[in-house]
C-alpha cells in the first residue's frame, strides 16, 4: 500500500465528548424551563403525533423560545456551544491521538454525527479538530431558525457513515451517496473506522461498523450516579455483539479509553503493513 492509511475517529456529541445533553446546559435555562419539563414535553408530543422525536424537540425549541420573545439565530445557538462542559482530557486528546496515530504511519481524521443541534457544536471551542460534523441543523428565514432543516436520528446516522466513507461531506447529495463505489477506491474503508459513542440512540451505527470490519466503543459518564444508569445497557450491548470494547468517557492520556484507542490504531497500522 502506498501513502498514509486514512483511518475515521467518528463521535457521537452527546454523552461521548459531553455530558448530557447539549441543550441542557444553558438554552433550555435560557427559556425558563428545568430539562426535565423541557423533554416530558417533548416525549408527550412525540407520541401523541406518532412523530420523530429529534424534529420534535427542534421544532419544540423554536416554540419555546417564540413564547418566551427570543429569536433563535445561528449565532445565539453558536454563543450557547461556546460554554458547552466537555468530558475529562477531551481538549487535549486530539494533539495527543493525532500524534500517535502520525507515528503509526496513519493519517487520523475526526468526524462528528450527532442528533444534537449542529450550531451549537459548531461554537463548541473543540470544533477546529473536525473534519465535519454531521448534526441535525435549522432552516433559517431572514437569519431567524423557523423549522428543522437536518434531522439526523438513531437509523439516520448510518446513513453519513457512508458519506464517510464515499468522502461524501454534506447532507444533501442524495445522487453520488447511492452511487457504487468499488470498495478499495473508497477514502475510509469501514475496516478503518472507530465509533464512539453513548446509548442506545447509537446502537445502529455502532453495530454497522463493527459488522463492517471496524471497532465500536460505548463511553459512558464516569460519574458514579450516572455510570450506574446505564449498567444494564452497556451489559446488554456487549451480550448481544453491538459493541467492541466498553470504557469511561475519560479522554486524558493513558485512560482507558485512549489505550483502546491506541491499540485499535496500532493493529490498523500493522494490517496496512501487510
Given at each position: 500500500?502506498t ?12 454523552g461521548t465528548?459531553a455530558?448530557g445533553?447539549?441543550q ?5 435555562p ?17 407520541h ?11 421544532w419544540?425549541?423554536l416554540e419555546?423560545?417564540r413564547?418566551?420573545?427570543?429569536s433563535v ?5 453558536a454563543?450557547?456551544?461556546r460554554?458547552?462542559?466537555?468530558f ?5 486528546w486530539f ?9 503509526a ?5 475526526h468526524?462528528?454525527?450527532s ?17 465535519h ?13 423557523v ?5 439526523i436520528n438513531y ?8 458519506r ?6 454534506n ?11 468499488e ?19 447509537d446502537?445502529?451505527?455502532m ?8 471497532s465500536?466503543?460505548a ?5 458514579p ?7 444494564g445497557?452497556l451489559?446488554r450491548?456487549?451480550a448481544?455483539?453491538?459493541v467492541?470494547f466498553?470504557a469511561p468517557?475519560?479522554?486524558t492520556?493513558g485512560?482507558?479509553l485512549?489505550v ?6 496500532g493493529?490498523i ?5 501487510r
Amino acid at each position: 500500500m502506498t501513502g498514509r492509511p486514512t483511518v475515521a475517529l467518528i463521535y457521537d456529541f452527546d454523552g461521548t465528548l459531553a455530558p448530557g445533553n447539549m441543550q441542557e446546559h444553558s438554552f433550555i435555562p435560557a427559556l425558563g424551563m428545568d430539562h426535565e419539563t423541557f423533554w416530558r414535553e417533548v416525549g408527550e408530543l412525540t407520541h401523541r403525533h406518532d412523530a420523530d422525536g429529534v424534529s420534535v424537540y427542534m421544532w419544540h425549541m423554536l416554540e419555546r423560545a417564540r413564547q418566551r420573545g427570543l429569536s433563535v439565530t445561528s449565532a445565539m445557538l453558536a454563543e450557547h456551544g461556546r460554554s458547552l462542559a466537555l468530558f475529562a482530557g477531551v481538549e487535549g486528546w486530539f494533539a495527543h491521538i493525532d500524534a500517535f496515530a502520525a507515528a503509526a504511519g496513519l493519517t487520523l481524521e475526526h468526524y462528528i454525527i450527532s442528533s444534537g443541534i449542529g450550531e451549537m457544536i459548531e461554537g463548541c471551542r473543540i470544533r477546529p479538530h473536525f473534519r465535519h460534523v454531521f448534526a441535525s441543523r435549522f432552516l433559517y428565514q431572514d437569519g431567524v431558525a423557523v423549522w428543522p432543516g437536518t434531522v439526523i436520528n438513531y437509523t439516520t446516522k448510518t446513513q453519513h457513515l457512508f458519506r464517510i466513507n464515499k468522502g461524501i461531506l454534506n447532507c444533501w447529495d442524495h445522487v453520488t451517496i447511492n452511487r457504487w463505489v468499488e470498495p478499495e477506491d473508497r477514502p475510509v474503508p469501514f475496516d478503518r473506522m472507530i465509533f464512539i459513542g453513548d446509548g442506545e440512540t447509537d446502537v445502529p451505527a455502532m453495530k454497522m461498523v463493527r459488522e463492517q470490519g471496524g471497532s465500536s466503543i460505548a463511553v459512558f459518564d464516569p460519574a458514579p450516579a450516572a455510570a450506574a444508569r446505564v449498567r444494564g445497557l452497556l451489559d446488554r450491548l456487549i451480550a448481544e455483539e453491538r459493541v467492541t470494547f466498553v470504557a469511561p468517557a475519560d479522554y486524558t492520556e493513558g485512560s482507558l479509553l485512549d489505550v483502546t484507542v491506541r491499540g485499535i490504531l496500532g493493529r490498523i497500522a500493522r494490517q496496512a503493513r501487510r
